[in-house]
């Protein structure tokens, strides 16, 4: 029996079109004279095409694929951040996207400004980051850097206070793209730790990668995108031994 | 009609729940103009004044002969406009500027243009100061009067909220806004009698200013409470409202018709 509301995350044939103008047309001049000429051609591009995929809640999802893929373009519409040309995409519960680790900070300002700034951005209350201030600082281990402008850090240390202030409330589901390659690897046990832990508290986690050991140890299911459209779905093991012997052939 | 109910209704809890970040951004825009500089947030007061000061030795022998308290006349008018023309510059550029973050994460993308007219509606207030200095020195009364100023200011900025929103959207589309805008407010900034009389003006253009300029409206019921220190024309106050309420209605409709297709083109 299938429980219809554990459903989390539902895309139902969606695909998302881009227009790949001939030349870029971005100013008026060229837009009246390609009007009036009839020559406003696009060429029509579908990052992604009829995709379909439903999550439950608790599970925990891999994306594979080559580059260009449409792997992040599903991200992002499952994030809001993109809508869909055609189908529709569903989702309920709170989502903690990382789809790049401190999108928005801004470089001139100090790291507890940014802390407060990327909070906010990810829709955190004033209350909430100063109760989760010290904690934050703490696991992106910065406190000897806090006065200190962003545009110093390293892209390590970005990517652990932008981690930091992405996991520190505990999300529904957990959007994670490819974003843990520039940590050195005591700082991605460090995440992935974090993100198993997550895991195991009942939040859904979705995750880009393109090491198929990390999503083999991660994830229990996975999807396989190619050029926009859905190759497979299975669980981890199946869909990465399918990939990898694909990419052999090759 | 239940469902439009229904959707106000969640604009309005998405900007409870971002004007955190709305108040962060304006703090931000604040505290990075002035960091660094010695005299630091002065320089909001400092700025007005000494720009009034240039156009009143240049001014005051070609246009200023006739107009009571000419200095207070000029630095208020300057003061307004230079508030619409920064904060609508400023707007207008909103959306591209935050372009790598709106590609990343979800958030209201409006926030960010009216982050951007708010952080000038403060820098807005702290010129009120060098209005301030410049009544006290030529001794023009201060009255109670003078206190009504924030109904011009809130037409005001509501009109440049709506005209923001209006720029950068467009901007999104066609770059070339961001190049004109400045020619525009060029030619705006002489249509509108801030450092001359409209009494100067042709009865063509006396005629129509009044009417179609809204600058003009907003400028002249500031000045009407400060400097003669009584009310204005009530019918000023009306259309002021209505122009800026317009502005707002075809900014918001302009920007949500197309905010979800700023992804593709930022």
């Known amino acids: 029996m299938e429980k219809v509301n554990d459903i989390c995350i539902q895309v139902k044939e969606a695909s998302v079109r881009f227009n790949i103008a001939s030349e870029k047309v971005n100013n008026l001049k060229e837009y009246a004279i390609k009007l009036f000429k009839r020559e406003l051609m696009f060429k029509e591009f579908y990052a992604l095409k009829d995709v379909s995929l439903t999550v439950r809640k608790g599970e925990s999802w891999a994306l594979v694929g080559p580059n260009g893929a449409g792997k992040s373009t599903l991200l992002k519409l499952i994030c809001r951040i993109l809508s869909p040309y055609k189908g529709s995409v569903w989702v309920k519960g709170s989502i903690a996207p990382m789809i790049e680790l401190g999108a928005g900070f801004d470089p001139n300002l100090t790291a507890g400004e940014n802390i407060f700034i990327n909070g906010a951005i990810l829709g955190h209350s004033k209350q909430f980051m100063k109760e989760h201030f010290d904690e934050i600082v703490e696991f992106a281990e910065v406190s000897n850097f806090l006065g200190m402008p962003i545009k110093n850090y390293s892209s390590g240390m970005r990517a652990r206070l932008g981690f930091a202030i992405a996991t520190v409330v505990k999300p529904d589901i957990l959007v994670v793209d490819e974003v843990l390659a520039v940590g050195d690897s005591a700082f991605q046990n460090k995440c992935m730790n974090r993100m198993k832990e997550m895991l195991s508290g009942g939040t859904t986690l979705l995750f880009v990668s393109h090491s198929n050991d990390t999503v083999r140890k991660m994830c229990k299911n996975a999807i396989w995108l190619d050029h926009g459209q859905v190759k497979m779905t299975g669980t981890a093991n199946e869909v990465c031994d399918a990939y990898e012997k694909s990419q052999k052939s090759k | 009609m239940k469902k439009h109910i229904s959707a106000l209704r969640f604009r309005i809890k998405m900007l409870l729940k971002y004007r955190y970040l709305l108040a962060l951004l304006v703090e931000r825009d604040i505290k990075l103009k002035y960091r660094r500089s010695f005299l630091g947030y002065l320089w909001s007061i400092l700025?007005?004044?000494?720009?009034?000061?240039?156009?009143?030795?240049?001014?005051?022998?070609?246009?200023?002969?006739?107009?009571?308290?000419?200095?207070?006349?000029?630095?208020?008018?300057?003061?307004?406009?230079?508030?619409?023309?920064?904060?609508?510059?400023?707007?207008?550029?909103?959306?591209?500027?935050?372009?790598?973050l709106l590609k990343k994460?979800?958030?209201?993308?409006?926030?960010?243009?009216?982050?951007?007219?708010?952080?000038?509606?403060?820098?807005?207030?702290?010129?009120?100061?060098?209005?301030?200095?410049?009544?006290?020195?030529?001794?023009?009364?201060?009255?109670?009067?003078?206190?009504?100023?924030?109904?011009?200011?809130?037409?005001?900025?509501?009109?440049?909220?709506?005209?923001?929103?209006?720029?950068?959207?467009?901007?999104?589309?066609?770059?070339?806004?961001?190049?004109?805008?400045?020619?525009?407010?060029?030619?705006?900034?002489?249509?509108?009698?801030?450092?001359?009389?409209?009494?100067?003006?042709?009865?063509?253009?006396?005629?129509?200013?009044?009417?179609?300029?809204?600058?003009?409206?907003?400028?002249?019921q500031f000045r009407d409470f400060v400097l003669t220190g009584g009310w204005t024309w009530t019918v000023l106050i009306w259309r002021g409202l209505f122009i800026s309420l317009l502005m707002l209605a075809i900014g918001l409709w302009s920007f949500a018709r197309n905010k979800d297709k700023f992804i593709l083109y930022i």
Do not use: H
């Open chain 2, 47 to 100: 700025n007005p004044l000494f720009s009034m000061i240039i156009m009143m030795i240049v001014f005051s022998y070609m246009f200023g002969r006739g107009i009571k308290n000419f200095p207070v006349y000029l630095i208020s008018g300057n003061i307004l406009f230079a508030f619409m023309r920064d904060s609508s510059t400023l707007a207008m550029n909103s959306i591209i500027g935050n372009a790598a």
């Open chain 2, 105 to 220: 994460v979800y958030v209201p993308k409006y926030i960010f243009t009216l982050s951007k007219v708010t952080s000038s509606l403060v820098n807005l207030l702290f010129s009120l100061g060098a209005l301030l200095i410049v009544m006290v020195i030529t001794k023009v009364p201060i009255t109670w009067y003078c206190l009504l100023i924030v109904i011009p200011i809130i037409e005001l900025y509501i009109f440049c909220v709506g005209l923001g929103l209006f720029l950068a959207q467009a901007n999104v589309f066609f770059r070339d806004i961001g190049n004109i805008w400045g020619v525009v407010t060029l030619a705006w900034m002489y249509l509108t009698p801030i450092f001359y009389s409209i009494d100067n003006l042709s009865p063509v253009l006396r005629y129509w200013i009044p009417k179609v300029n809204p600058m003009y409206i907003y400028i002249t």
